[in-house]
Structures are given as C-alpha cells and as structure tokens.
C-alpha cells in the first residue's frame, strides 16, 4: 500500500508481557517516528528516526521501551514487561525531510 | 517548559461560522516550522496546514488559514465556513531548526460543530 503501514491493530496483552509493535514506513521516506497517545490525549514523542543518523530517544519513557529500524525502512518498537500505563495508541509516522507527517492507523495497546 | 501550549480543550462553533483554535509555542530557534493536525473520531491524523517561520505570509488551505504572530509567537489556526465534518481534534505541532524533522505535538483541541 501507498500509506504507512502498522500491525497489530490492536493488541492485549497481560500485565509483564513483551510485546512488538511493527511501523511499515512510505517507500522512501527517510524520517519516521513513533508517538504514544493515550485516552483523549495530545501526541507525547518517544523515538525519531533520520536516515543512517543515531535514532534521538529522548522521548523514550523508560528503559523497557526500545526501537529499532532494520534497512533503514521498518521499525518495530519493543516494550518488555508492560504496565497497565502503557496502555495506549502507539502511532508511527514517516517522512520526507520536508516536516510533513504521514500518520499510520496506529497499534492500540491495551495491558490487563 | 512546555513548546507548545493549546489552551483551549474544546471549542463549539455553529455550522457556516468561521472559529478559531489558538496555539502559542516557545522557541530560541531562528527557524522552525508550525503544523496543524486533525483527528476525526476514526482517530487517523490528517495534515492540514504549515507555516515557515521565514515565511512573510499566512499560510493558507482552502477553508484553513494559519493567522501566524511571530513576535507573540502564536500560530492559531482558522476555519472558515465550518462544516459538521470539521468536528475533531486539533493539534498544534512544531519542529524545531534545520537538521531534524521531529514535531513537538500540543494537547489538542476539540472542536465541535452543530448545524
């Protein structure tokens, strides 16, 4: 497909769980992000990832969170040992280096 | 300290009437960019509008205007003519600089329209 590609579409998982959620960016976009949004909540920032750079993970809430971008085109972020707070829409994003953003559909994560 | 400040949780507005959602942010860069975002009730995030902080005029989309005040740094997005499908949250968002492209998002507003 032509958009930004994410799966799950939802996931639940129990509380101390790993879980792996995929980003299939547009084909040649250099930039992708993922965003954490949680109930009738703004975008917080986790990671941002641009071409071959260092990824910037200052939004990474914990050190359970991680991502990786494989090829320079697929990401997946890794939560170990979920909470119940990490309970949310994880979005991920991607880019031209031009500052427009095209969202996926998002991975809803929900911890029992 | 917060970048970016919607300070409006929600706003109601009448069908055909214009409405204003307001966005100030904070920044000590020279160059920057400002975004607005809308989310319908699908939760899909739709590109509406930029504005270049070099840019000498208002940016405009259609029915969307950017009414951009550097020096109050604010960047309150306009709509004209509100339709009931124009009901969904609205997001600030900024990016900061040259050499990245990563958007600071604001807490939203919630805008809904009544015929």
């Known amino acids: 497909g032509a958009g930004v590609s994410q799966s799950p579409s939802n ?34 920032f986790l990671i941002y ?14 050190d359970r969170f991680s991502a990786e971008r494989t090829g320079g085109s697929v990401s997946t972020l890794t939560i170990q040992r979920t909470q119940q707070e990490d309970s949310a829409v994880y979005l991920c994003a991607s880019s031209l280096f031009t500052g427009e953003l095209f969202f996926g559909e998002g991975s809803r994560l929900t911890v029992l | ?47 509406l509008i930029y504005q270049g902080s070099y840019d000498e005029q208002n940016a405009t989309e259609g029915r969307y205007s950017l009414n951009f005040q550097k020096a109050r740094k604010s960047a309150n997005l306009v709509i004209s003519a509100s339709q009931l499908g124009d009901s969904a949250m609205y997001f600030c968002a900024m990016r900061e600089g040259y050499n990245t492209d990563k958007l600071i998002f604001g807490t939203g507003t919630r805008l809904q329209v009544f015929p």
């Open chain 1, 11 to 44: 996931k639940v998982t129990e509380k101390g769980k790993d879980v792996e959620l995929r980003c299939d960016p547009i084909s040649g976009h250099t930039a992708l992000y993922w965003y954490r949004q949680s109930l009738g909540q703004g975008l917080e």
């Open chain 1, 49 to 62: 990832f641009q071409g071959n750079s260092a990824p910037d993970k200052s939004g990474l809430p914990s």
């Open chain 2, 1 to 47: 300290a917060q970048k970016i400040t919607q300070t409006q949780p929600g706003m109601f507005v009448q069908e055909k009437e214009a409405v204003t959602l307001d966005c100030t942010y904070d920044t000590s860069d020279q160059s920057y960019g400002l975004f607005w975002y809308k989310q319908p009730s699908s939760g899909e995030m739709i590109f």
